[in-house]
Structures are given as C-alpha cells and as structure tokens.
C-alpha cells in the first residue's frame, strides 16, 4: 500500500463515519495541512469517489457533507483489505522481533528479569 493510498484510505474512513466533516477538521485528524486536505479531497472527487453536497450551516456560512459513491464504497473496501494485509505484515514483524528479543534475552536472564540485572549478576 502507498502512502497515498493509505491517506486515501483514512479519508475515505472518516468520510463514511462523519459526512459533514469540514476539510479543516479532516486535515486535524489526518495530521496533515489543510491545502495537502484540499488536494486529498480533489483527488478523490475527481476519482468519483466521493460526492460533495452543498447545504447552508445555521451561522449561514456554506459547507459540505461529503458521501462515499457506490464506487467509493467499493474503493474503500478494497483500500481496507490492503490497509488490514500491511497492519497484519507489521504485527508478524513486530512479534518475529520481540521474539527474536526473547531468545537473545533468554540466554543472559531470567524471564521478566530487568535488563539491567542480567548484567550486574555477570559481573558479580
């Protein structure tokens, strides 16, 4: 998965879990800039994936509620498979590493040992 179809992904998610979320707030929960939003957010109108739909805000300023389109519905699934295969990559890393961590450990100390035991009891 690139990263942007990562970005692409979370837009997607947050999109389907609050349509009326403004493209400040996106770029907040993104963690990114507001003028990297606005291109995320033209990629994926231009793309038909998402839909936007003008409606007038109490305080009479205009905004949009934004929808997933049937193909973006259907990109997003896709976008969630590949997203779910590269968190999954990362935990077999992670636990592969952590183990390796508790055999190098297994040697020098006992389990739940602090580390820094292991050590002083070698130079005793």
């Known amino acids: 998965m690139t990263p942007r179809e990562a970005a692409h992904y979370r837009v997607l998610r947050l999109i389907e879990e609050q349509p009326e979320i403004s493209q400040r707030e996106l770029a907040r929960a993104l963690g990114v800039s507001l003028g990297k939003t606005h291109y995320l957010m033209k990629a994926l109108l ?6 936007a739909n003008n409606f007038r805000r109490s305080d009479n300023k205009l905004a949009y509620a934004y ?54 009891r070698q130079d005793n």
């Open 46 to 51: 231009d793309k038909g994936l998402v839909k």
């Open 67 to 120: 929808l997933l389109t049937p193909s973006g519905i259907a990109a997003k699934v896709d976008l969630t498979r590949a997203f779910l295969r590269l968190k999954e990559d990362e935990y077999r890393a992670a636990h592969d590493e952590i183990e390796r961590l508790r055999r190098e450990l297994g040697a020098d100390a006992p389990p739940n040992a602090p580390a820094g035991r292991a050590s002083a």
